[in-house]
C-alpha cells in the first residue's frame, strides 16, 4: 500500500506533468501561427490573416491556465530545490510563448495592411526569416520537454544567425526605400515584421536560457552571441 508522502509525490508529479503538456500544447500552437502568419503574407490573403489574429486568444488563454495551475502548485506543494525550478521554468515559459504569439498576430495584421498596395520585392526574404526563427523556437521547446541543456545553449548560440539574416533584410528594406520613396509606407510595415520575428528568436533564446536553469540551476555563463547591426 502507498503511503502518504508517496501519493503527495504522485500527485505532484502528476501536476508537473500536465503542466508539461500545457507547454508543449502552447508551443506547438505558437509555432503554428508562425507558419500561418507568413503563409498568408506570402498569399496576400486577409480573410486568413484575420483568423491567425483570432488565434491568439488560445495562445492567450493556455497562458492564463498555465499560469493559475503554477500559482496553486507554489501554494499547495511548496515545491523546493529542483521542484521549485520546475514550476518557475514553466511560468517563465508559458510568458515567453504567449509573446511569441503575439508578434505573430503583428506579422498577420501588417500583412492585411499590406494587401491593400501592391506587392514589394523585399517581402520575399520573409519566409526565410520565419523559419529561422520557427527552428529556433522548436529546438528551444524540444530541449526543454527533454531537460537538454546542451540543445539549449545551441539554441543561444544559433540566435545570432538570426540576428544576422534579420540585418541583412534590415538593410535591404532600407535601399529599396532609398531608391523608390513611394515604396516608404509598405517597406515601414514589413521592417516592422521584421522586427517581430526577430523578437521571436529573442524569446526561443530565453526558453533556451531558463531550460538551462532548470537543469543546472544557474543561469548560462557569458553573454548571448548577437549580430544585430541595424543600430549601426
Not at 4 to 29: A, C, Q, W, Y
Not at 55 to 80: C, K, T, Y
Request: glycine letters at 4%.
Amino acid at each position: 500500500m502507498a503511503t502518504p508522502h508517496e501519493h503527495i509525490v504522485k500527485s505532484f508529479d502528476d501536476e508537473l506533468e500536465r503542466i508539461n503538456g500545457e507547454i508543449t500544447r502552447m508551443g506547438e500552437m505558437a509555432i503554428g501561427q508562425i507558419q500561418a502568419a507568413i503563409d498568408v503574407l506570402n498569399r496576400r490573403d486577409s480573410k486568413a490573416a484575420e483568423r491567425v489574429v483570432i488565434n491568439d486568444d488560445a495562445i492567450d488563454e493556455l497562458e492564463r491556465i498555465i499560469s493559475d495551475d503554477v500559482l496553486r502548485v507554489l501554494a499547495l506543494r511548496q515545491p523546493m530545490a529542483r521542484d521549485l525550478r520546475e514550476v518557475y521554468a514553466a511560468l517563465r515559459i508559458a510568458a515567453d510563448i504567449e509573446r511569441i504569439g503575439d508578434y505573430a498576430a503583428n506579422v498577420a495584421k501588417r500583412s492585411m495592411v499590406l494587401n491593400q498596395s501592391a506587392p514589394v520585392a523585399p517581402a520575399r526574404g520573409m519566409p526565410a526569416l520565419a523559419r529561422l526563427a520557427s527552428e529556433l523556437l522548436a529546438d528551444a521547446l524540444s530541449a526543454y520537454r527533454m531537460r537538454d541543456a546542451e540543445r539549449s545553449e545551441n539554441v543561444r548560440n544559433r540566435d545570432a544567425e538570426l540576428d544576422a539574416a534579420y540585418t541583412s533584410l534590415f538593410r535591404e528594406l532600407l535601399t529599396y526605400m532609398a531608391e523608390d520613396p513611394k515604396q516608404i509606407t509598405p517597406c515601414t510595415h514589413l521592417l516592422f515584421m521584421a522586427k517581430n520575428i526577430e523578437r521571436i528568436g529573442d524569446h526561443a533564446t530565453n526558453i533556451a536560457e531558463n531550460t538551462w536553469f532548470l537543469v543546472h540551476g544557474e543561469a548560462m555563463s557569458g553573454t548571448r552571441a548577437k549580430a544585430d547591426k541595424t543600430s549601426e
